[in-house]
């Protein structure tokens, strides 16, 4: 049997082995080695991923495997001499896992999958707890008052059969689970699970056709109803982050314009290949690394780099796939695609920082396995007292103390409250992608931010204007809008904001030192000094660039300079108050950014920090915060380009902005999406909170455990009792953390949701 | 008290009706995005969000 079905799955496995195929998820590496990139559906803990690791890290040829839990993502490394890749898709789903390649589509199609089924999982458990429960009180009240055996037969049997498909459709995930804890030699809370619903259904239906004994239909679906529930809630958490997760393969354009003889035509970023001469429009985002072929173009690359100012890149210049093209449009010879892009190197570098986190997720499987191991004995040993004492009531002081041991109220406890500070914080502009930045939130000691995008906007704006001739100053500033308003200049759009009722005529660029053009029959010029010096007849000597560390802009007429405007990067609104409020509450603030120095020292300055950066590479920031973490700090790190990615993913929470990238956001655990960082201080205080009450449901949840273990142990808790109150604690739980909406603090300033979003879009036209 | 033999399967009838109905909801996508169905109805019909 085993064979046929091997035969099978390598049939069904060995279209990976074609390299075609293999081009979308594999890359290979200089060594000889290749990696895939891989979802895995099935993984549900960490558990699955230790068994994973173990079974196929063991494989021969494999060089090493990751495999993300809460993405369910995985990476391989092996050595396709050595063993195909087929070979390792048949072992995953031997295990019982089914892996995919790594495609947005792919998780979008598991993720409604999941989504579906784990909704109606949850509302069969629920309607059918509802329907049994009602014939249970029947049954109960039927036996203090001698009722017809011929009914009580009748309630049992319908009983049977609503409880079936709760045990065996909605119970299921836990029967599974259970199995491969087993399998894997590493028992989860499904063991016990799993053990008392089926003990409680099968002696049920035994003693339902037997037509004696006690039925325990109620307990069980109960059980598996408020299981569900705690699971359901844990899933949605999870689901956003996948959803999220499918974003970073959204950053990409979905089709590119490739030039061919005698034409261009439309194609799939798929269907993309090295040596592709590929045509970018002003304004779109290179979709692969390349060569620039003619012209010279002018790219933001502030999202890979933090660099603040466009750069030039030349025919024969490198660009990288993810920058935005800003000049005309461009013609690019395509080096490297996909999964070999700049983009997709630092995706690793995230993946990698990611799983080298420190994790307390760890230390609470472990417990959970101590647990479950100390639940069994203590079930073992009750049961073999009872059969000694009393054989009759043995099975169902077993079950009583499976069902207390194992109460949904300490499965509760966490996930209830944090999905209610989840929605809460939504409510004030903060997504959270990960339950447990509510835990390390108020551990946090030092707060490192990135300046391009996080403090500054991707905006200039004017600052200091200095007037040198009669014309007054908003003069001077009206006729340089008019002269930028006809380039695209990111130096340009600092002047926009500025209503200009004069219009320019004949404006020219000159790439790399302005503009000119003539404003109300005038010809001006605005740019470089030297660019102005070579126009205006009179001397320049004492107007000088003066404080070279910012980007200055001087406008002069056929006579003479007539002013000079210093750039200045427009900080964020909020931004001054809520590093003010971070300081109050004792964290550290330090700048750590990829731009150059200036820039950084300016904005720095400006808002009276000591602690900054310049001029790092995404690895060095990611080395800055180890080094911080290693010297016993929390840190906490707010960011938004691609560069911040990998230290977003390493710090102790990570906060990516919305305006932000795709890919800072999935490496984050939380977006800030109202822009706005003091939001971020009442999430502080919903930390706090929240924490409050976990610690409370966890105490109340531990407290009945140890109280109704005993009672449960020496037989005075039936089964149906021990469900009860294991649902009542649940309830408790709950209500409790719905206290936390209530005591959320209002923000200062109202939030943005989609619908203000989509207005304030409409209103910026 | 036979009047139970036929409320009860009755009852049980309703109950499956109730699920098929939830299904329906489930698997026309009813329950995929919950936040923007609410919103939708303040946005004018003629124009679209901008993408």
Redesign the interface.
């Given at each position: 049997m085993s064979e046929v079905r091997q035969a099978r799955g390598e049939a069904d496995w060995s279209c990976y082995d074609r390299a075609a195929v293999q081009s979308k998820f594999v890359t290979r590496q200089r060594d000889g080695l290749a990696v895939a990139s891989m979802l895995i559906g099935g993984v549900r803990c960490s558990a699955c991923v230790c068994l994973l690791e173990e079974k196929i890290g063991g494989l021969t040829g494999v060089r090493a495997i990751r495999v993300d839990a809460l993405t369910t993502r995985a990476e391989i490394v092996w050595d396709p001499g050595v063993i195909p890749l087929s070979k390792l898709f048949a072992a995953i789903s031997e295990l019982g896992y089914t892996p995919q390649p790594y495609a947005a589509d792919l998780v979008e199609h598991a993720l409604?999958l999941e989504?579906?089924q784990s909704?109606?999982r949850l509302?069969?458990a629920g309607?059918?707890m509802m329907?049994v429960l009602s014939?249970a009180v029947a049954l109960y009240a039927g036996a203090l008052d001698a009722m017809?055996p011929e009914?009580q037969r009748?309630?049992r049997l319908?009983s049977l059969?609503?409880a079936s498909p709760v045990v065996l459709y909605s119970g299921m995930p836990f029967f599974t689970g259970a199995l491969r804890g087993i399998l894997a030699r590493r028992p989860g809370m499904d063991v016990p699970v799993a053990l008392a619903i089926g003990a409680a259904f099968t002696a049920s239906v035994w003693n339902t056709f037997r037509g004696s004994g006690e039925v325990y239909f109620d307990s069980a679906t109960m059980f598996v109803f408020f299981l569900s529930v705690a699971r359901f809630l844990e899933l949605t958490g999870r689901r956003r982050a996948l959803s999220m997760t499918g974003a970073l393969a959204r950053q990409m354009p979905a089709t590119v314009t490739r030039i061919v003889d005698g034409g261009i035509e439309a194609i799939g970023i798929d269907e993309l290949a090295a040596g592709d001469l590929l045509m970018v429009r002003p304004g779109a985002v290179f979709p692969a690394d390349g060569i620039v072929e003619r012209d010279e173009i002018r790219v933001d690359e502030s999202l890979l780099t933090g660099e603040s100012r466009a750069v030039v890149r030349r025919p024969g210049d490198r660009v990288a796939g993810g920058s935005l093209n800003l000049m005309h449009a461009a013609r690019v010879r395509v080096e490297n695609v996909g999964a070999d892009t700049v983009i997709a190197e630092i995706g690793r570098l995230i993946v990698g920082a990611r799983d080298d986190k420190p994790r307390s997720v760890q230390i609470a499987d472990r417990l959970a396995g101590w647990f479950v191991v100390a639940v069994l004995f203590i079930a073992a040993v009750v049961g073999i007292c009872w059969w000694l004492i009393d054989a009759t009531r043995a099975f169902e002081i077993v079950l009583a103390v499976l069902v207390v041991s194992c109460p949904c109220a300490l499965a509760l406890a966490t996930p209830a409250v944090y999905t209610v500070a989840t929605s809460a914080l939504a409510r004030l502009g903060l997504l959270i992608r990960n339950a447990r930045v509510l835990d390390e939130l108020h551990k946090v000691t030092d707060i490192v931010l990135d300046k391009t995008g996080t403090i500054t906007r991707h905006a200039f704006g004017i600052g200091q204007v200095r007037v040198f001739g009669q014309l007054p100053e908003d003069r001077c500033v009206e006729i340089a809008a008019a002269l930028e308003a006809q380039s695209e200049h990111p130096i340009a759009l600092a002047f926009r904001a500025q209503r200009s009722a004069a219009g320019a005529q004949n404006v020219r660029a000159v790439t790399g030192r302005g503009l000119e053009g003539s404003v109300a029959g005038r010809e001006y010029r605005i740019g470089t000094l030297e660019f102005v010096a070579d126009f205006a007849a009179s001397d320049t000597a004492g107007i000088g660039p003066g404080d070279t560390e910012q980007t200055i802009v001087f406008l002069a007429d056929r006579d003479r300079v007539l002013a000079r405007f210093a750039i200045e990067e427009q900080l964020r609104p909020g931004t001054e108050q809520a590093l003010r409020e971070f300081e109050r509450r004792g964290k550290t603030i330090t700048i750590a950014s990829g731009d150059r120095a200036a820039p950084v020292r300016v904005v720095a300055q400006r808002l009276g920090i000591d602690r900054w950066s310049a001029a790092l590479s995404p690895a060095s920031k990611l080395q800055m915060v180890r080094g911080m973490q290693q010297a016993g700090h929390r840190v906490a790190m707010i960011g938004d380009g691609i560069n911040d990615a990998p230290v977003l993913a390493g710090a102790d929470v990570s906060i990516a902005l919305a305006s932000g990238t795709s890919l800072a956001q999935v490496s984050a655990d939380c977006v800030i999406i109202n822009e706005n960082l003091g939001t971020l201080c009442s999430a502080l205080d919903v930390a706090t909170e929240s924490r409050r009450i976990v610690r409370q449901n966890l105490s109340w949840a531990v407290g009945y455990n140890l109280l109704a273990m005993p009672l449960a142990a020496t037989g005075l808790l039936a089964p149906w009792m021990a469900a009860l109150g294991m649902s009542a604690s649940s309830l408790l739980v709950t209500m409790n953390a719905l206290r936390l909406s209530r005591r959320i603090p209002q923000s200062a300033s109202p939030p943005m949701?989609?619908?203000d979003q989509?207005v304030s879009?409409?209103a910026r036209g | 008290?036979t009047i139970?033999?036929m409320l009860?399967?009755l009852?049980?009838v309703l109950?499956v009706a109730?699920?098929a109905a939830?299904?329906w909801a489930?698997?026309s996508g009813q329950?995929?995005d919950l936040?923007?169905p609410a919103?939708r109805i303040?946005?004018d019909d003629d124009?679209r969000?901008?993408e």
């Open positions: 409604g989504q579906r909704l109606y509302i069969i309607l059918g329907q014939f017809d009914i009748f309630l319908v059969v609503v949701g989609p619908l989509i879009a409409r | 008290m139970i033999y009860i399967p009852g049980l109950l109730a699920v939830f299904i489930v698997r329950f995929e936040a923007t919103e303040l946005l124009r969000p901008p």
